[in-house]
């Protein structure tokens, strides 16, 4: 894609080369002179000059002293996430079903579908229009996919799960089984039944091996725009906002609220009941104890999930006693 046409379709100015031709987006350290590459704040920035890549994607206060090709944008990370659409888009697989697939007769299959291998599809489920439903894929019974959706090679939709349109889940996951819900009585663990439902909006997407189980009652629910990372737990009657981020290993116990822009880092483990307000933000590794509050704009960090600054205050204090014993030894 020739520079102008790049610049013009990220709503963006450039400098240099109108007809220099750009094939693919690489990192800084790796680019050739056919490349585009960003340029970050702070060590990033100073390393720019070094690159060879043929144009980048800049901040609009960027000093272009060498009168390199760039393009100046607010976001020069987002604009280069729209560049590699725009110059390596990933080829639709072509639609159809592959004759190995079992597709209950009562379910809607909607146009534009591409069915892969060994997908079985269960009673009275839809699949909406230009999905694509990867090889081994189980969808259970009463499902909805909707519009746009790709489920990767291998995931699982037990019964009565909704995806809402473009949702993007990876292989291995599994939407829909029991929540752990059992009942101690007569002096034993008896399954309390699980008959709930699962629940996702627009433009989630669902990391490997994560597992999001289904209500005892009710629904468990994921927000429009949500993104999961790799083998992240969401328990029983959980309610996860909009544009929630959570990262690999974290597990959530059953009826937690987390709302709108909260950012949970990696192995977080949150108790039952807990409450993560909107924007809140948990450092990885914390840990948040049963039915507690993380208010909104927090940043909270350590087991127990405390204040980062008391957090940090604390480490130091730590540091400083370890220090005095040793002097002492």
Request: aromatic share 4%; proline share 5%.
């Amino acid at each position: 894609m020739l520079l102008k046409d790049l610049a013009a379709a990220l709503d963006a100015p450039f400098e240099g080369d109108a007809a220099l031709d750009l094939f693919r987006v690489a990192a800084l350290e790796d680019a050739t002179a056919t490349d585009l590459s960003f340029v970050g704040k702070g060590r990033a920035a100073r390393g720019a000059t070094d690159s060879a890549a043929g144009c980048l994607l800049v901040y609009p206060d960027f000093d272009n002293a060498t009168a390199r090709a760039i393009i100046r944008t607010r976001d020069p990370r987002g604009a280069a996430a729209r560049a590699i659409r725009l110059l390596q888009p990933i080829a639709a697989p072509a639609p159809g079903i592959h004759p190995t697939a079992v597709i209950d007769p009562s379910a809607t299959i909607g146009a534009n579908v591409t069915i892969g291998p060994h997908v079985n599809i269960g009673p009275n489920s839809r699949i909406g229009d230009h999905t694509v439903i990867g090889a081994g894929c189980a969808i259970g019974p009463e499902c909805v996919i909707g519009t746009h959706s790709l489920l990767h090679p291998r995931v699982t939709l037990y019964s009565e799960v909704t995806l809402g349109e473009r949702n993007v889940i990876h292989s291995g996951a599994v939407l829909g089984a029991d929540g752990f819900g059992f009942v101690f009585t007569n002096g034993a663990y008896e399954k309390f039944p699980q008959i709930g439902r699962v629940e996702l909006g627009k433009n989630v997407e669902i990391g490997a091996n994560a597992c999001i189980d289904r209500a005892a009652l009710g629904v468990t629910s994921i927000g429009d725009g949500t993104k999961l990372d790799n083998m992240v737990h969401i328990a029983h009657n959980c309610r996860i906002g909009r544009n929630v981020v959570i990262a690999a290993q974290t597990g959530i116990s059953g009826g937690v609220i987390v709302e709108d822009y909260a950012i949970i880092g990696g192995q977080v483990g949150i108790g039952d009941k807990a409450v993560i307000q909107s924007k809140a933000v948990l450092g990885s590794g914390s840990g948040v104890l049963t039915s507690k509050i993380v208010r909104g704009g927090e940043v909270m960090w350590g087991t127990p999930a405390r204040p980062l600054k008391e957090y940090l205050e604390q480490l130091a204090t730590l540091s400083k006693l370890a220090k005095k014993r040793k002097s002492k030894d």
